[in-house]
C-alpha cells in the first residue's frame, strides 16, 4: 500500500479557493487516490477518487499529476463549514479494498 | 450517497461489562464492512475487516478475542467491545463498501463513542 504525505494542517479564507496537496510517490497503477474528510466527532465524508485523469463533483475537483506522484484537491469556494481533516488516501490494489488513514490536513476554514 | 448507521451513538458503561455496537447499510448491501477506532486527536485505525458470513480478518495487534466481529447479514455487523476496561474508551467507526471491487466507494457511519468508566 502506496504511503501518502499531507501538510499537517492549512489555512484558507472563506469564499477562496482551497488546495490541499497530497504526495503519493510510491503509489502503484492500480491503486487510485481517494480522498475523505472528518467533520469533529464525525465518520468520515467521502469527497472524490481518481486513477489518472482529473475529476470533478459537487464537492470538489481532484487533479493528479501525470506521474501520479501527487495529486491535489480543490474546494473551490471555501465555507466555513469546510473547516474539517482531509485524508488523502492511497487505495490498496486488493480484493479487500480497505482504507488506510494517515495523519490527514487539518484545513480550517477563516472568516 | 449510500446510508450506513451506527448504534449506539454514544455508550458509558462500568469496566469489566461488555458493549455491543451495530452497524446497519440501510440502501445498500454490504458484502464487506471494516471497523475502525479513533483515539483523540489522532487519525482512524483500522481494526478489522468484516465479510458476510464468514470469520473477520483483523489487523495487527487488534485482539480478536476482546473485539468481537459478527456480519450475519448483508446489511448488519456487529462489534463487541468484551470486558471493556478504560483504555478501551474511544470513537469507534464502521465503513460499507457500496459496489463491486476495491473501486467501489467506502461509505461511513456517525461513530460510536464509548467511554469505559
Known amino acids: 500500500d502506496a504511503k501518502t504525505t499531507q501538510p499537517p494542517s492549512m489555512d484558507c479564507a472563506e469564499g477562496r479557493a482551497a488546495n490541499l496537496p497530497c504526495n503519493h510517490s510510491?503509489?502503484?497503477?492500480?491503486?487510485?487516490v481517494y480522498w475523505y474528510r472528518q467533520i469533529h466527532s464525525q465518520g468520515p465524508q467521502y469527497i472524490i477518487h481518481?486513477?489518472?485523469n482529473n475529476e470533478t463533483n459537487e464537492m470538489a475537483s481532484l487533479i493528479i499529476t501525470e506521474d501520479r506522484k501527487s495529486s491535489t484537491l480543490i474546494l473551490p469556494h471555501a465555507t466555513l463549514r469546510d473547516t474539517a481533516v482531509y485524508y488523502c488516501?492511497?487505495?490498496?490494489?486488493?480484493?479487500?479494498?480497505?482504507?488506510?488513514f494517515g495523519q490527514g490536513t487539518t484545513l480550517q476554514v477563516k472568516p | 450517497g449510500a446510508v450506513v448507521s451506527q448504534h449506539p451513538s454514544w455508550v458509558i458503561c462500568k469496566s469489566g461489562t461488555s458493549v455491543k455496537i451495530e452497524c446497519r447499510s440501510l440502501?445498500?448491501?454490504?458484502?464487506?464492512m471494516f471497523w475502525y477506532r479513533q483515539f483523540p486527536k489522532q487519525s482512524l485505525m483500522l481494526m478489522a475487516t468484516?465479510?458476510?458470513?464468514?470469520?473477520?480478518?483483523?489487523e495487527q495487534g487488534v485482539e480478536k478475542d476482546k473485539f468481537l466481529i459478527n456480519h450475519a447479514s448483508l446489511t448488519l455487523s456487529t462489534l463487541t467491545v468484551t470486558s471493556a476496561h478504560p483504555e478501551d474508551s474511544s470513537f469507534y467507526i464502521c465503513?460499507?463498501?457500496?459496489?463491486?471491487?476495491?473501486?467501489?466507494?467506502?461509505?461511513f457511519g456517525e461513530g460510536s463513542r464509548l467511554t469505559v468508566l
Open positions: 488516501i492511497a487505495r490498496l490494489s486488493s480484493n479487500t479494498g480497505k482504507l488506510i
Open positions: 440502501d445498500f448491501q454490504a458484502t464487506t
Open positions: 468484516s465479510n458476510e458470513g464468514s470469520k473477520a480478518t483483523y
Open positions: 510510491t503509489i502503484s497503477g492500480n491503486e487510485y
Open positions: 481518481g486513477l489518472k
Open positions: 465503513s460499507a463498501r457500496s459496489g463491486l471491487g476495491y473501486t467501489g466507494e467506502l461509505f
